[in-house]
């Protein structure tokens, strides 16, 4: 018989300080189970492939930095799922 352990995010990743690095602007809430971020990284993922090819194709720098903070977001949520996982 097997359990199933869900394993949760820690609430350690931040991303985007302020210009003197001293205070995170945005944070991984803790308590998120990490399939859940995990699946809403994916989706970040690809809604900033989208912008950026769209952003290049028409020329439009601010789909570009878009698909950067999205991607910002994706990579803190899958860190902080790593965290929660036990796997850093």
């Not at 860190?79 to 796997?87: F, H, N, Y």
Request: glycine share 6%.
């Amino acid at each position: 018989m097997s359990t199933t352990h869900t394993a949760f995010t820690v609430g350690r990743t931040t991303f985007y300080r302020d210009g003197n690095h001293a205070q995170p602007l945005f944070r991984i809430e803790p308590g998120v189970s990490c399939q859940v971020a995990r699946e809403h990284a994916s989706e970040l993922l690809d809604y900033a492939r989208y912008l950026s090819f769209e952003g290049l194709m028409e020329d439009k720098p601010k789909m570009v930095w878009a698909s950067h903070y999205f991607c910002a977001m994706a990579k803190a949520l899958l860190d902080d799922a790593e965290l929660g996982m036990g796997r850093v």
